[in-house]
Antibody
Framework: QVTLKESGPGILQPSQTLSLTCSFS??????????VGWIRQSSGKGLEWLAN???????YYNPSLKNRLTISKDTSNNQAFLKITNMDTADTATYYC?????????WGQGVMVTVSS | DVQMTQSPSNLAASPGESVSINCKAS??????LAWYQQKPGKANKLLIY???TLQSGTPSRFSGSGSGTDFTLTIRNLEPEDFGLYYC?????????FGAGTKLELK
């Protein structure tokens, strides 16, 4: 059974760095072809892909945010991470992690992140 | 980036009816289009990928068609659990991009 769960700070101030953790089970990020991605959704808006990390440590980022994103993984502990620097109120959103190989076949429930002073 | 335009934004229907949701890509994405369902309190669900391939567990009343730039999700004989938000996503190239969503509501 594949499950993913996101965790994060809930609220942070503008200019701070957001650190998110995706804890998953039912698959391994050391398996050939496996990938975990991060996607976000602002309130009442659509889905925006942020980054992917693959089993071989290849990383892909959304060009619109690339300079601010860092994705990483801890294969031993079945976790993936996303850092976003210089957070702004416009980054307030629900952040999802998902297992993906092009499409995202399993998603976490999401973690809401609010950026406010 | 490939822009994905979904229509309609809102759709009202009754159980038992059939509905179609459209997704148009700004350039050809071959067959690489996925459909997701989003419902409050539930994880997003992949329904269809590669245009017409049903994800394991997706009921057969769902079908996808299209290639190139124009795609359609059809739901036949709507069930009460089908009401919610639907998104398309192109998985032909980076960055993956999503449509703005279609809200399927009970009439």
């Amino acid at each position: 059974q594949v499950t993913l769960k996101e965790s994060g700070p809930g609220i942070l101030q503008p200019s701070q760095t957001l650190s998110l953790t995706c804890s998953f089970s039912g698959f391994s990020l050391s398996t050939y072809g496996m990938c975990v991605g991060w996607i976000r959704q602002s309130s009442g808006k659509g889905l925006e892909w942020l980054a992917n990390i693959w089993w071989n440590d290849d990383k892909y980022y959304n060009p619109s945010l690339k300079n601010r994103l860092t994705i990483s993984k801890d294969t031993s502990n079945n976790q993936a991470f996303l850092k976003i620097t210089n957070m702004d109120t416009a980054d307030t959103a629900t952040y999802y992690c998902a297992r993906g190989r092009g499409t995202f076949d399993y998603w976490g429930q999401g973690v809401m992140v609010t950026v406010s002073s | 980036d490939v822009q994905m335009t979904q229509s309609p934004s809102n759709l009202a229907a009754s159980p038992g009816e059939s509905v179609s949701i459209n997704c148009k890509a700004s350039k050809s994405i071959s067959k690489y289009l996925a459909w997701y369902q989003q419902k409050p309190g539930k994880a997003n669900k992949l329904l269809i990928y590669s245009g017409s391939t049903l994800q394991s567990g997706t009921p057969s009343r769902f079908s996808g068609s299209g290639s190139g730039t124009d795609f359609t999700l059809t739901i036949r004989n709507l069930e009460p659990e089908d009401f919610g938000l639907y998104y398309c996503q192109q998985h032909n190239e980076y960055p993956p991009t999503f449509g703005a969503g279609t809200k399927l509501e009970l009439k």
